[in-house]
């Protein structure tokens, strides 16, 4: 059973840092990746990276103040946060599909598991 685990949420001021994690179990080596949606708005893309971390890919919001990464030998996928701004409050979520190169990487119908979400929420 495929179980997708997100934690490291939290309250923050803006310009501040979290790094989220998700652990993942009864899951191989995929592409994986960040969501995240505010209230009353769609699921959006974060991040997404390749199997073996050689790709990474994020949306222009977060680009330069975001980093996804993964430790394989710990089933574990991160996503450093810096430089926080209100606007990036909402429910973040960790996602896996069933291939190694994140095809469609962006579409959150691309994905084949979530996690259940964590919350962060950035202050002005």
């Known amino acids: 059973q495929v179980q997708l685990a997100e934690s490291g949420g939290g309250l923050v001021q803006a310009g501040g840092s979290l790094r989220l994690s998700c652990a993942a179990s009864g899951l191989g080596n995929y592409c994986m990746g960040w969501f995240r949606q505010a209230p009353g708005k769609e699921r959006d893309v974060v991040a997404a990276?390749?199997?073996?971390?050689?790709?990474?890919y994020y949306a222009d919001s977060v680009k330069g103040r975001f980093t996804i990464s993964r430790v394989n030998a710990k089933n574990t996928m991160y996503l450093q946060m810096n430089s926080l701004r209100p606007e990036d409050t909402a429910v973040y979520y960790c996602?896996?599909?069933?291939?190694?190169?994140?095809?469609?990487?962006?579409?959150?119908?691309?994905?084949?598991?979530w996690g259940q979400g964590t919350q962060v929420t950035v202050s002005s």
């Open positions: 996602a896996a599909q069933l291939t190694r190169y994140c095809t469609n990487w962006s579409s959150a119908n691309g994905y084949n598991y």
């Open positions: 990276i390749s199997w073996s971390a050689t790709s990474t």
